[in-house]
C-alpha cells in the first residue's frame, strides 16, 4: 500500500495539476505541498496542520478522504513528534482548580435568576420577621414624671393623671 504522500502525489499527477495550480485552489502554501507530497511532516508544527492540509488537498483531488485520514493517522501514529496529542494543560488536583472548573460549567444566565429569587424571598422573610417583632416607639415611656423648674425657682405641679 503507498503512502499518503505517494497518493497524493499520484493524484495531482493524473489530473495533470502543476504544484501551483494546487496551492492556488486549496490555499496551501506550495513548500506544504511539496513537503505533504515529500512525507516531509517535521514542517508543520502540529498534527491539526497536517490533517487539515492533508483532508483539504484530497478533497480538492477527488480521492477517498476516510480512508487517506485512517491512513495519515497511521503513518503519524510512528513520528515520534506526531505519535500522540500533546496535553493542552498540565494536570492539577488543586481544590481551588476544580472549583473553578465547576463554576466555568454553571449556567450564569439561571443562576442569577435563582440568586435573585433567593434574595427576594430572603429580603421577603425578613421584613415580615421585623414588621412581626415591631414594638411602636414611646419616647417618653421609660421617663419618670418631671417637675418644671423655672429661673426663679418657682415649681408648677404637673397636671394629675387621668
Known sequence: M??????????????QLTIAQVAEITKIRTDHIRALEEGNFNVFSAPIY????????????????????????????????????PPLSEESSKPIDRLMFLLSKLNWKFGAIGAAAVGVVLIAFVVS?????????NAL?????????SANAQTLPLPARR
Do not use: C
Open 50 to 85: 497536517i490533517r487539515g492540509s492533508v483532508k483539504n488537498y484530497a478533497l480538492r483531488l477527488k480521492l477517498d478522504v476516510p480512508q487517506i485520514m485512517a491512513a495519515l493517522d497511521a503513518e503519524l501514529g510512528r513520528t515520534e513528534k506526531f505519535s500522540e496529542p
Open 129 to 137: 420577621f421585623a414588621w412581626r417583632h415591631h414594638k411602636p416607639a
Open 141 to 149: 415611656a421609660g421617663l419618670q414624671p418631671a417637675v418644671y423648674q
Open 2 to 15: 503507498s503512502t499518503v504522500a505517494e497518493q497524493l502525489r499520484a493524484a495531482r499527477e493524473a489530473k
